[in-house]
């Protein structure tokens, strides 16, 4: 019932034979149609796609903004950029432009610093999105010749990813904006390699897990081998 066996396949909603029902029955028998759906846990109505009998709802992608895009891509290029910003000196400059941000309607400001905050929520990226490009901005300013290569190629891939996140969220779309969705993130896949030396892989990561466990291995090999050796009153005192 839960999913254990992957092999079998259950049952979805026909949203199209529900609809034709609504509309066959619904204008002679509106108080039985009106019992009848709620027994199958389903809600008649006219949705966006209510007009496209080949689309059924249930088998459509769902977003998911919390996993996809504040834990997900945002999380990423932040940890991104705390690479950057420390390999260019500039943390202090985030931080204080972090700490600086003024209050407005509708926007939670942030009590701390950035580099003092230990663990992020969904909502917390969410108010992130609104100020970082002007946060990075603040953060990059004075620069000499030969930061403006790196800071100008930072903005251009910061900037689009914001972009792309703001427009998402509309609650309706129209071409444009989906020419712009499809721009912005384009923009951000082409200019991501320039953060590519702060980004680590599983591979990456695989490797300190493997030297972590050999030395904690080697560690306790030797703490055995001190241990044979000494009296029944020291390896006491030891583990005291």
Known sequence: MLGGN???MYETHDYILYREKDLRY????????AQYFPQVAVKIGNDEFAGFD????????????LHNIYLGLYKDMMEWLEGFLKKHKRQQAFDDAWKQIAPYPGLSVPKKAYCEGTQWQGNEMC????????VLVSALRNLDSSQYHDFKRA?????????FYLIGRYRSHKPDTLVYIERYLQTFQ???????????????RAEPNC???DLRELMANQYANRASHNTAAKCCRQVD
């Open 26 to 33: 619904q204008p002679a028998e509106v108080a039985g149609i």
């Open 190 to 204: 082409g200019t991501k390699d320039m953060f590519l030396e702060f980004r680590t892989s599983k591979a990456t």
């Open 54 to 65: 080949q689309v059924n709802p249930a088998d459509l992608d769902k977003p998911d903004l």
């Open 6 to 8: 992957p092999l079998k």
């Open 211 to 213: 030297q972590n466990r």
């Open 127 to 134: 108010n992130l999105a609104r100020w970082i490009s002007a």
């Open 155 to 163: 903005l251009k891939c910061v900037t689009p990813l914001v972009d």
